[in-house]
């Protein structure tokens, strides 16, 4: 008898959410989408605040995902590239949605909501601002992170060796096939999770 949070049984139902608000408009990969809900359902997080709404298409398969918690999700249209109508069009009822610039509010948001995990699903970020948001985490006790996109070479060293947090897990960019070969395409964009260390 297949658990309903096996491999397969939670794929199709990640499969269906994606094609409900098309790839176009969830960042996730496939794969990266089940490891993430797969993660998030052994994490379970009361608070969850996301950075990076985008169209809402992570927000609704983490909130489908998981009906119990209390979701929070901050954007600025990715430097306008989004409407502020589109931010966030396809998330459920019940999710909280901020239209602000994430570093300049970021400090207000974490003491209002004390979030206990943090999802990044931001497009671009620099060493120094991840560093800067790890530190920010850290100061306020956020216990868990989860990061879209953590194959970046010019921050990996530091996600592997930072004094704040852990990386416990880290899914690589992955493809279908090798380079030399034609139809190549990624299956994987990358994901990792991190607990706060103890002794910091």
């Known amino acids: 008898m297949k658990s309903e ?5 939670i794929e199709k139902r990640v499969q269906n959410i994606i094609n409900q ?3 176009r408009y969830i960042s996730n990969k496939l794969m990266d989408a089940v490891i993430l809900i797969i993660w998030l359902k052994r994490i379970n997080p009361k608070i969850l605040l996301e950075l990076g709404t985008g169209h809402g298409g992570s927000g609704k398969l983490i909130m489908s995902e998981l009906p119990n918690i209390e979701f929070h999700t901050i954007d600025n249209g990715h430097g306008k ?3 502020e109508e589109a931010v966030g069009e396809f998330l459920p009822d019940g999710a909280h949605k901020y239209y602000n610039n994430i ?3 970021l400090d207000k948001l974490l003491k209002k909501i004390k979030p206990d995990t943090i999802y990044i699903d931001l497009p671009n970020q620099s060493q120094g601002q991840i560093d800067w948001l790890f530190k920010s985490f850290h100061l306020y006790n956020v216990e868990w992170i989860v990061l879209h996109n953590s194959h970046k070479k010019h921050y990996r060293a530091y996600l592997e060796n930072n004094k704040y947090y852990e990386e416990l897990y880290y899914l690589p960019k992955l493809y279908n096939k090798p380079k030399s ?6 299956i994987s964009i990358g994901l990792s999770v991190f607990r706060i260390k103890d002794e910091y």
């Open 5 to 9: 949070n096996d491999f397969k049984t």
């Open 21 to 23: 608000v098309s790839d």
């Open 81 to 83: 590239h989004i409407s």
């Open 103 to 105: 570093y300049e509010d």
């Open 181 to 186: 070969e034609k139809g190549r395409k990624t």
